[in-house]
């Protein structure tokens, strides 16, 4: 894995995270409501760990763990993509694609988490 598919990873997550304090409307929107306490609570915690998977995945010396631990993470958040495609499907065809198409997405940037992890620097 290269050094730029890394930095692209970091800035992912980070770009991500802030956008949870930014604009955290629509990740409040696709909080599952089985999850106790507020939607906002939520966005907000997850983007904190967003940020601090960032940070984890930049620095050589946490990047495995990071990696492993975002890879879970995307996979932890897939239950909100499929909220938000249910949510979504009486929406215009443009909107309703775009829901959908976050689904499959999921696989992809686990797959890239995990390659990060792998190319990491051993431990020890």
């Not at 929406?91 to 959908?100: Q, T």
């Amino acid at each position: 894995m290269t050094a730029r598919s890394t930095r692209l990873l970091v800035g992912l997550l980070a770009g991500a995270g802030a956008t949870h304090f930014l604009a955290p409307a629509p990740y409040d929107a696709i909080v599952p409501e089985a999850l106790p306490g507020s939607p906002r609570a939520w966005t907000r915690a997850s983007g904190v760990a967003e940020l601090a998977l960032a940070a984890a995945v930049a620095h050589p010396a946490t990047r495995r763990a990071g990696a492993l631990l975002t890879a879970g993470f995307f996979t932890a958040v897939f239950p909100a993509n499929v909220k938000m495609a249910y949510d979504w499907r009486h929406r215009p065809a443009p909107l309703k694609a775009a829901a959908y198409a976050r689904l499959p997405v999921q696989v992809p940037l686990v797959m890239w988490a995990l390659k990060v992890s792998r190319s990491a620097a051993p431990r020890g």
